[in-house]
């Protein structure tokens, strides 16, 4: 009878054990679903910086060159004053669409490199 009672014990004793083990591992994977949820939207939400960066100021960085340019042409014997100012905007501009490149290159690279871990 004894006996009886100490496996009866044992295997209750074995359950619960399991039973905690499987609750603590449920826990654990939803805690995971939810951090891969948000690194999801994380990635998106760089994703459309990235595509409205490189659509929308990238763009109007072109526009802005390019109506310097033909300034430029225009103006071909204006003063020097103009001509250097022009040039200068020029420049300033060319070096933000670089770095417009390099912080969107910046941003896909992290994503790419996030998949990989």
């Known amino acids: 009878m004894l006996v009886s009672i100490i496996l009866l014990l044992g295997i209750v004793s074995f359950g619960l054990f ?5 609750k603590r591992k449920e826990f654990q994977n939803r805690l995971a679903l939810k951090e891969a949820q948000t690194h999801n939207r994380l990635q998106d939400q760089r994703l459309r910086i990235s595509r409205d ?59 790419y490199l996030l998949k990989i871990f």
């Open 53 to 111: 960066l490189h659509d929308n100021i990238g763009s109007q960085l072109t526009f802005i060159i390019s109506s310097i340019d033909n300034l430029k042409f225009i103006t071909k014997n204006s003063d020097k004053v103009v001509k250097n100012k022009l040039s200068e905007i020029n420049q300033f501009t060319n070096n933000t669409i670089s770095q417009l490149r390099d912080t969107i290159w910046a941003m896909n690279k992290m994503k």
């Open 18 to 22: 399991k039973r905690q083990q499987h």
